[in-house]
């Protein structure tokens, strides 16, 4: 009888050990409000959340935007045979829509309604006049006006290699003379956006390579 009795409180203490587990696990279930895979997803979530706030918007708006150009640019030119260096800004057209890296000593100026001017400062005789074309122009009607133009100059004009770059593939080089007068047309037959430019340079102060230079850094704004 005594050892049944013994067996009987062993017995009770057992079940309310093992009730007071199931309450204290209960507890916490209930203080979680949420089951364990409720949790792992949670934590994925703020995951996530953490790693979109830590973009770097500077990255993101370089690969959106990769057009975005330097304010300056060092370009090396040829002037009367001697090899130069200078810093060239960007300057933004206010009459087309181009912008182009404009070396020291020279100023883009707007000529008349669909022509620019770059002119040397320090002889003003000597420009570039830049022409953005209509896209559908008719071709062969701008190189016989390129060539009329220049025959204005002197009868005789000839056909001369273009620059070699690819921003001259497709053009048409032109080039005529009087006395110290050089007249060069390049006429760049881009299905993009035709360009037409006429140089005026010396034979005695000859910076024709530092025109086509900057000419290199046109790009037009859509």
Known sequence: ?????????????????????????????ETNGTTPIENVEQE?????????????????EV???????????????????EQKEATAKL???????FSLYVLPEYVLTAEEPHKDVLYYTENEQS????ELLPAD?????????????????NAEVKTIDAPDDDFFQETTALETAKDMDVVTALLIKNEKQ????????KSDSDNKDAYIQMAKTISTIE
């Open 1 to 29: 009888m005594k050892k049944f009795a013994k067996w009987l409180l062993l017995s009770g203490l057992l079940a309310m050990i093992l009730t007071g587990c199931g309450t204290n696990e209960e507890v916490k279930e």
């Open 44 to 60: 994925e979530q703020n995951t996530e959340d953490q790693a979109e706030e830590n973009v770097d918007p500077v990255k993101e």
């Open 63 to 81: 690969t959106e935007d990769e057009t975005i150009r330097n304010d300056e640019q060092n370009l090396q030119y040829e002037f009367n045979g």
């Open 91 to 97: 300057t933004q057209s206010d009459n087309q829509n």
């Open 127 to 130: 420009f570039m006049r830049i």
């Open 137 to 153: 122009a008719n071709w062969d009607t701008v190189i016989e006006t390129a060539k009329a133009q220049l025959e204005s100059v």
């Open 194 to 201: 035709p360009i037409k430019l006429t140089i005026f340079t």
